[in-house]
């Protein structure tokens, strides 16, 4: 072995010019292969070369960013950018190249760095977006990135812009909506909306929302479906890019700090569409009267189960404490109930007290009904003196 070595020390020795030289040029071609790659992906036409790249560069002309170079936001250096042309040339590369464009770049000098300091712009015609919010603060536990937003799926999606880098309102649905309840968004409506201040036409009448947000009408009670899909996350997404391993393995936290806050995978690579919209009002014959207008019978009621007294105990009826129900005396229908409602109602019979308690019961009813104006009568009684007293004070 020792033989070996020094045969091959004085091999290499005999011919260490050659090897010298043969190094030399070998160096020189990296060094030549470097300078013309650093200078030609300065141009957006080097990133052609690669066939799968002719949409990213077209929208990429049609975009606001047309004036920018690739490498000013995307991460590649000499290195990985011929690393990436050796992968092309010979067939191992992907079709999915991971344009990872990290915050820095984006809030960088001659950029966008007075971005997170312009505090809340407009997007779209009744939306108001603040970027200080979603890119300083934690949301649903997920720290977010510009490309959160600014996604790279909106280049295959005529439909949603033409502009390279634009926001894809898509993404943002994924974090309003998954979870929520029906006709509800996770920060409410009035966080990107506002309040509305205009009056609007529906079925041909004009509506005015003022009003309504006065008694704290929600939003869910007209507009009862505004979003299509649920966001769901199947578990074949999963395995299109991992072969074992399974996401229960993680968190939900830490699944999206690793694909979201990490690696800026966007959101649709793993979660299904989720679609927003005024598709569905309430119908006229949905709508529950009492969702707006207090119950007419609140006050009979309270007096039944013997609560909303002032300076007095709870004192239910005896009735009420046997789980009688209103319509266990009230049997009787009126062929008519209050003179603006044109309904028929149910009364009071005596003869219901007899169907439970036997004949002469229905004396009761008669205590009742005397006991009843008595009340009335010394309420009747101490009105008339508080108002008389008042009278008096105002004169």
């Known amino acids: 072995m020792i033989g070996f070595v020094r045969d091959l020390f004085r ?3 005999r011919h260490m010019r050659v090897l010298a030289l043969y190094l030399g040029i070998f160096i020189l071609f990296l060094v030549l292969v470097g300078g013309v790659v650093h200078f030609k992906m300065k141009n957006a036409e080097f990133c052609t070369n690669c066939h799968y790249m002719e949409p990213y560069v077209r929208h990429w002309k049609e975009s606001k960013h047309a004036d920018v170079t690739c490498v000013k936001c995307h991460d590649y250096g000499v290195g990985s950018l011929t690393l990436a042309a050796v992968r092309y040339w010979t067939g191992t590369f992907t079709t999915r190249p991971k344009g990872n464009v990290r915050d820095e770049s984006c809030l960088s000098s001659g950029c966008h760095e007075l971005r997170l300091l312009s505090g809340k712009s407009q ?3 009744n939306i108001t ?3 200080t919010v979603h890119l300083e603060k934690v949301l649903r536990g997920e720290k977010l990135r510009c490309t959160s937003c600014h996604n790279q799926i909106v280049q295959y999606d005529e439909s949603v812009s033409q502009g390279h880098m634009a926001v894809n309102d898509k993404a943002c649905f994924v974090c309003h909506f998954k979870d929520a309840g029906q006709g509800e968004a996770i920060t409410g409506c009035d966080a990107c909306h506002g309040m509305p201040k205009t009056t609007v036409e529906h079925a041909g009448f004009k509506f005015d929302h003022a009003p309504y947000l006065k008694l704290n009408v929600q939003c869910k009670e ?7 899909g649920d966001g769901a996350v199947p578990e074949s997404k999963c395995y299109s890019c991992h072969v074992e391993r399974s996401r229960k ?9 690793i694909h979201v806050t990490d690696n800026g995978i966007d959101c649709f690579r793993c979660h299904s569409d989720i679609e927003h919209g005024n598709f569905q009002m309430v119908s006229s014959l949905d709508i529950q009267c009492e969702d707006c207008h207090v119950r007419q019978h609140n006050g009979p009621r309270q007096l039944y189960m013997g609560i909303g007294g002032r300076d007095t105990l709870d004192m239910p009826s005896a009735m009420f404490a046997a789980q009688v129900s209103c319509t266990g ?8 109930g209050e003179p603006l409602a044109h309904q028929a109602k149910k009364e009071a019979q005596r003869a ?4 439970c308690h036997g004949e002469k019961y229905d004396l009761m009813f008669d205590n009742w009904l005397e006991g009843s104006k008595k009340v009335l009568a010394d309420y009747a009684t101490y009105l008339g003196a ?3 007293t008042a009278s008096g004070l105002r004169g």
């Open 352 to 355: 219901s007290c007899v169907t």
């Open 249 to 257: 393995d993680v968190t939900r936290e830490q699944l999206h700090a």
């Open 123 to 125: 997007f779209k015609k």
């Open 129 to 131: 977006f603040d970027h």
């Open 386 to 388: 508080v108002k008389t």
């Open 222 to 228: 007209c507009h009862t479906k505004i979003v299509k």
């Open 329 to 336: 005396c009230h049997t009787h229908l009126t062929p008519q």
């Open 11 to 13: 091999l290499l020795g």
